[in-house]
């Protein structure tokens, strides 16, 4: 079996959230929502566990950072193509995200922006030519 990833974000405002990510293309698993949390399903391998603040304190004794005013941690998601990246952000705009935090990153063999969620999370989207990669890299190590 595949390994899953389950990224836990805590949420202010859960429907809001809910409707923000499947704007983006995620399916709620009912099977593991209730009012306090809900599954956002990407993949058969990603998902997103939207917790109420109530609801991830009890898995961390940690203050919840406040994403808006910092970052903790950048999660990157892949793309089927440059057209992908750009059609996830504009999803992300329409839905109410912020667009491109960051700078955006064209190497040609790689293209990637970023969107941040209501609550201030950063994604980015990443597209990579998997083969003109490897010889963008290795023209660099034979240099």
């Not at 805590?10 to 099977?31: C, H, M, T």
Request: one cysteine or more; glycine letters at 4%; hydrophobic letters at 45%.
């Amino acid at each position: 079996m595949s390994k899953l990833i389950f990224v836990n974000l805590p949420v202010a405002d859960l429907p809001r959230s809910i409707a923000f990510y499947e704007a983006l293309g995620a399916v709620k698993n009912e099977q593991f929502t209730d009012h306090t949390a809900a599954c956002m399903v990407f993949s058969e391998t990603i998902h997103a566990m939207l917790l109420t603040h109530d609801k991830f304190r009890q898995f961390t004794p940690k203050k919840i950072a406040n994403a808006k005013e910092t970052t903790e941690v950048l999660i990157c998601i892949s793309a089927e193509s440059r057209d992908d990246v750009d059609a996830t952000l504009a999803r992300a705009a329409s839905a109410g995200g912020t667009i491109d935090p960051g700078p955006k990153q064209d190497y040609g063999f790689m293209y990637g922006r970023s969107f941040e969620d209501l609550d201030g999370h950063i994604w980015e989207v990443m597209w990579m030519d998997v083969a003109a990669a490897k010889e963008a890299m290795s023209e660099t190590t034979a240099a």
